[in-house]
């Protein structure tokens, strides 16, 4: 019987029980979007964490490490970073003046339906995008570590479960679910540090001088092949310490920059992370629950060096794959599982996939229930129904059938996208929060000037800009070879010559947003309602 | 008017452009700007920092300092204590933030926030 199975089977059981208990506890609206904002500030920093550790971040960012060495740390930099963000300038904002769902913030002060809508579906391509990214992790990761559950059968299972979490338990279970992950994957990632640095005789400076031994290769233009760069230039060749392996070149110092502006801008502006702060009764414990998320967060992108250099060093670059044909077919993801495997057997090994398993279901139905009620809440009750009374059991039975209905759709996607190089849709979902949501949040709260028709160019220009550039990116566009076992999805040379189009598109989201408000005149009332937002935002006065 | 949250729980009428223009929550927001902006600013150039050192400056950042751990890497840490440390100054600064809210409502309430 395959270890792995088990503790998978276990932790579905153990997740199950609760969402069981949680759902006993969700009547109402305010129980199914927000836990009935009964979690506290600890649990709920533990939750944010849950909710933000992903897959990328747990196998990509130790897979990044492991193949190219320190770039790879710049995400976990960025990662954290990006709370600052949160903590300073909306957390608090956000959870005295909204209620339920990001759209609640900025259509305060404006014309309901259209911001309302435009916010509704800013939320769902970030969480759908986000979610697509993280099933698919699922399904490869799942497949290869358990080979008897196939590709699709992972998405399935994945799928259902996280509906069967949303569904009957609401925020309470999938709060639950979060925390369970967090502390999981602490557990595992303090457990697989500890075994690297034991076989460092735990000094940094010898591992470090380990990691010094291994090398890699690139070239200043083109890229490498068998060892030559295109025109017989020769290879630049660098250790793991140092940086330049993945961001090199012409392009490579923007490319860097472009990837911390949508790092640390777009975190702020993830819906499934915004909707955890009206989980907690107050600002106060809003505040609280974005500094454990932080001191969580901040310790785990830390150990990723362990896990990336430690993989790097004792598991080898070229080990780091699946056998296929007789070939090894190189896998960043499995840089940490091989990594536990070596350290500590194949008992380490279903211990770190079982973590990597719950790590991808905490995220997604986070995901799905910042959908589910950007749609029941945002759309469907706001602005198809335009704010009529409507009893708390119909609501919340709209965001049932929404969730049902989107991880239906994500299920689909992401088995149909199963042959694509899904890396580019994190780097998106993030590229849309910085360019469509930050703008609009950050000047909602703090210009007093700004009006509806600038929030809706400042979205619409955002998330336009983010989706087009990235389209016209290497992430997108690219020339694989026949043999590639995930292509791009247009096979034309790029281009927009950044991975990540944050560096242009942000700019263009706040420049739409600022152009608009000042070139269009503010609502009669707009003074007034700002003087609200203002004071109930700084103050907690009227929170609910 | 319609209200701009249907959905919210019935409130005491209140105010709030007379609100807005007392000396007390004048000066709460001062206070916090005070502190958000200057804190902002230095977050934003600390980080930013690092991917142009980092892809810019390459051979300088390489430079080992204790073994064969370089300028990079330290730096790269030193952002985690930079957020750390800035994430506990603003906690502490808060306390005073708290106190100036707990007035404001209480006042505007007549209850204890």
Redesign the interface.
Known sequence: MNTALVMFIGFIAVTLVITYWASRRTKTTAEFYSAGRSITGFQNGWAVAGDYMSAASFLGIAGLIAFYG?DG??Y???W??A???V???VAEPLRNTG?YTMA?VL????R?PAVRTVAAISTLVVSLVYMIAQMVGAGSIVSLLIPQIGFSTAIVIVGVLMLVYVIFGGMLATTWVQIIKAALLMGGTILLSILVLAKFGFS???F??A??KVTGKYCEVGTLKDGACPGGAAPVARDF????LY?HGKW???S??S??VAL?FGTAGLPHILVRFYTVPDS?AA?KS??WA??LI?AF??MT?FLGFGAATLVGKGNIGVMKDGALVPNQNLAAPLLAEKLGGEVFLSFVAAIAFATILAVVAGLTIASSSAFAHDIW??VVKR?RAVVDREQVLVARIAAAGIGALSIVLAISLRTLNVAFLVGLAFAVAASANVPAILLTLYWRRFNTNGMVAGMVVGLLASVILIILSPAVMGIDAPTAATKHLIQAAPIFPLDNPAIVSVPLGFLAAILGSLLTRARA?G???Y??L??RA?????A? | MPDPMPDRRPQPALDWPAIEAEPAFRDLVAAKRRFMIPATVFFVVYYFALPILVGYFPRVMERDVIGKINLAYLFALSQFVMAWVLMAMYVRRARDFDAREHEIVSRHTGRPS
């Open positions: 320190y740390f710049m976990s930099v960025g954290l970073v709370y600052l963000t903590l300073l300038l209620r609640d259509a305060f002060r404006f309901q940094l400076t010898e470090f001088a990691v010094a310490t140092q940086p330049g961001y490579g110092a923007l860097l920059m990837l911390g640390i106060k505040r974005v500094v932080m001191i901040g992108y830390i060096t009750f706001n704010g009332d003074e007034q309602l003087s609200e203002n004071v700084n103050t907690g006065l009227g609910v």
